[in-house]
């Protein structure tokens, strides 16, 4: 599979994004999709992850603030960022890893991975 991530760019603390996540190479939806991000100088966290079933797992760091989804017709992830703070500056990347039942997504699996989109939050 392959994924393209777009629509980050810099924005002013308070304000909102979305992010999108084209993905290709994949023939049925069993997949899991999230979005991590890599803040300057900091190790790559989870961000959000959706399984085949829209059921989502979000950070304590964002939830409330960033909701994530999929359209496996359009083949397409999004991040919704609102009330971006500083701390949200980071290199945003876009992944996947194949299911099987129960299609439950595991950090530790994902193995399709985006180059990344950069998000910029100034104070």
């Known amino acids: 599979g392959q994924l393209e991530e777009s629509g980050g760019d810099s924005v002013q603390a308070g304000g909102s994004l979305r992010l999108s996540c084209a993905v290709s190479g994949f023939t049925d939806s069993n997949y899991c999709m999230g979005w991590f991000r890599q803040p300057p100088g900091k190790e790559r966290e989870g961000v959000a992850y959706?399984?085949?079933?829209?059921?989502?797992t979000v950070a304590d760091s964002v939830k409330g603030r960033f909701t994530v989804s999929r359209d496996d017709d359009k083949k397409i992830l999004y991040l919704q960022m609102n009330n971006l703070k500083p701390e949200d500056t980071g290199v945003y990347i876009c992944?996947?890893?194949?299911?099987?039942?129960?299609?439950?997504?595991?950090?530790?699996?994902?193995?399709?991975w985006g180059r990344g989109t950069q998000v910029t939050v100034s104070s």
């Open positions: 959706v399984d085949p079933y829209d059921r989502t």
């Open positions: 992944a996947a890893h194949r299911t099987l039942m129960p299609h439950v997504c595991q950090a530790n699996l994902f193995a399709f």
